[in-house]
């Protein structure tokens, strides 16, 4: 559900701007879901804009420093592994976003929400079942994998319901790596700067894991 980059990039309930001052956050969602009518508005309305290579270009390169993109780089694809205490992240075959911050000389910064996974339960189809075919297919053409997910009710924790868990989310923000301006990045240019990242977000990862309630013996899986 994105609910840890809404809730810190997207808003200022938990001081957004206080933390980075200077930074304007701009949270990029799927192009398609701006062709739905009214939930397009209901987007824009909390500041979302679309992950089209022209609105992401557009922001980058604004006169005005600052401008920062939060892009959700593993997708509809990463939401299918979305279990209670997994931390899987799609990202290897993921170079789109190095090669935008390489074109616009902007830094990749490695973020992480620990708790996300805990706020609903989803069901999981095995990777062979006809159900997992139908979100592969939906997937491919409309950009979003449907799921079945539950929380709970409004009165208990104990009984089913669509509102989330009460658990805590905390977002935790890397240290920036500095990345070279290449309005014609190479292929080496970005594999280089995209297994930084990689290694970035695996330290990050590491870091803050047992402070937020993740044993010592999970890792982070990157696929």
Not at 2 to 11: D, E, R, Y
Not at 97 to 113: D, M, Q, T
Not at 148 to 161: K, P
Request: with cysteine.
């Amino acid at each position: 559900m994105c609910i840890g980059t809404a809730c810190n990039f997207s808003t200022e309930s938990t001081g957004f701007s206080q933390k980075f001052p200077g930074l304007r956050a701009s949270l990029v969602g799927l192009d398609g879901l701006f062709h739905i009518p009214i939930y397009r508005d209901y987007l824009m309305a909390t500041g979302v804009c679309s992950v089209s290579r022209q609105s992401l270009d557009f922001i980058l390169s604004q006169p005005r420093r600052g401008q920062a993109v939060v892009i959700l780089v593993g997708g509809a694809q990463e939401s299918m592994y979305a279990l209670p205490g997994v931390h899987h992240v799609v990202l290897q075959n993921r170079k789109g976003f190095v090669r935008l911050a390489l074109r616009h000389g902007a830094s990749l910064v490695p973020v992480y929400s620990f708790g996300e996974n805990d706020v609903f339960r989803l069901k999981v189809f095995a990777t062979d079942s006809w159900q997992y075919l139908c979100q592969s297919i939906i997937k491919k053409y409309l950009g979003f994998a449907p799921c079945i997910f539950w929380g709970r009710s409004l009165f208990s924790a104990n009984s089913w319901g669509l509102l989330p868990f009460p658990v805590p989310i905390t977002t935790v923000v890397g240290r920036p790596i500095l990345v070279p301006q290449s309005l014609n990045p190479t292929d080496e240019e970005v594999d280089h700067y995209h297994t930084l990242y990689m290694k970035a977000l695996e330290e990050l990862f590491e870091e803050h894991k047992e402070s937020c309630g993740v044993p010592a013996s999970t890792h982070l899986t990157i696929t």
